[in-house]
């Protein structure tokens, strides 16, 4: 994906799930969700060990199912593994009408599901850090 498109994703994007949520602050998961938080992004946690806390002010939801439907997640940011990615983005696909965006973190690349979100007319980034796109891009 070229820098405009991605520039474009982070002037949009308003509300972001992230799965693989922590609540250990020197976690990626935890300060990347800090930074974005500062940056003015919405921050849905996701993570099954601590739903129900909350968190940066939020309430943390097991998965992305139960995620209330008045909350308008328009990107799913994915810190899990891999192989996990498929069926994360099935459930974005199902649960989140607002969706815009998959972004998985570096170190995260799933290319059928990828493939299956595009064809859902989503916008798939891989690979990369919205808190490091952010700062090159948007600062």
């Known amino acids: 994906?070229?820098?405009?498109?991605?520039?474009?994703?982070?002037?949009?994007?308003?509300?972001?799930?992230?799965?693989?949520?922590?609540?250990?602050?020197?976690?990626?998961?935890?300060?990347?969700?800090?930074?974005?938080?500062?940056?003015?992004?919405?921050?849905?946690?996701?993570?099954?060990?601590?739903?129900?806390?909350?968190?940066?002010?939020?309430?943390?939801?097991?998965?992305?199912?139960?995620?209330?439907?008045?909350?308008?997640?328009?990107?799913?940011?994915?810190?899990r593994q891999s192989s996990a990615v498929p069926a994360i983005v099935e459930a974005a696909l199902a649960n989140l009408p607002a969706l815009r965006t998959i972004w998985m973190q570096i170190g995260v690349q799933h290319d059928a599901a990828a493939e299956t979100a595009i064809a859902a007319g989503k916008s798939v980034i891989m690979n990369r850090c919205p808190k490091i796109e952010y700062r090159r891009l948007m600062a």
Do not use: C, W
């Open 1 to 79: 994906m070229q820098d405009p498109e991605i520039r474009n994703i982070l002037t949009e994007t308003r509300t972001i799930a992230v799965v693989g949520f922590s609540a250990d602050p020197g976690r990626p998961s935890h300060y990347v969700s800090e930074f974005l938080q500062a940056a003015g992004y919405r921050i849905i946690p996701v993570n099954p060990g601590l739903a129900g806390q909350v968190i940066l002010g939020e309430t943390v939801y097991a998965d992305l199912v139960s995620i209330p439907k008045e909350i308008a997640v328009d990107m799913v940011d994915i810190f």
